[in-house]
């Protein structure tokens, strides 16, 4: 068994050196191996609670969040570095995101997993069929209205 003593989350964005969680991705999440640094900034700066595992300096575990923090909420990117999975740290790091006042009073909190349904499943998610459907980016959406980037607060339909 693993001696966690010198395991510790942090949900301070400013810590996360961008370069330890695209090889955090690479080595645990088959999803994000090829995300760069310019875009998980992005993704960071726009989500909140952020959570980060750390062993010493070592980066070991990452999960973020988006939510309007009292009807909907969605975790993203829940992932423990190889070596230490196993030992609850991916358990701890999701019930530490659903701690956070961003979420702990959210109505349904939605996550995406490809082949580790089992898991969230022992933390007390279901399965939901009714929601499934995507939008992906690129497509054509026929009358689609868009903002005018000089104009913030304006709809072109």
Known sequence: MMDCSEIYFCSDKSKIQLDSLQELFRLGAFW????SQEDLKIAIDNSDPVVCVWEENKLIGFARAT???IYRGTIWDVVVHPEYQGAGIGRKLVQTVLAHPKLNRVERVYLMTTHKQSFYKRIGFQENE????????GAFVPNFPTLDPEESNTVIV
Not at 130 to 137: P, R, V
């Open 67 to 69: 939510s309007d923090c």
């Open 32 to 35: 994000a191996r090829e995300r």
């Open 130 to 137: 009714t929601t499934t459907m995507i939008l992906y980016k």
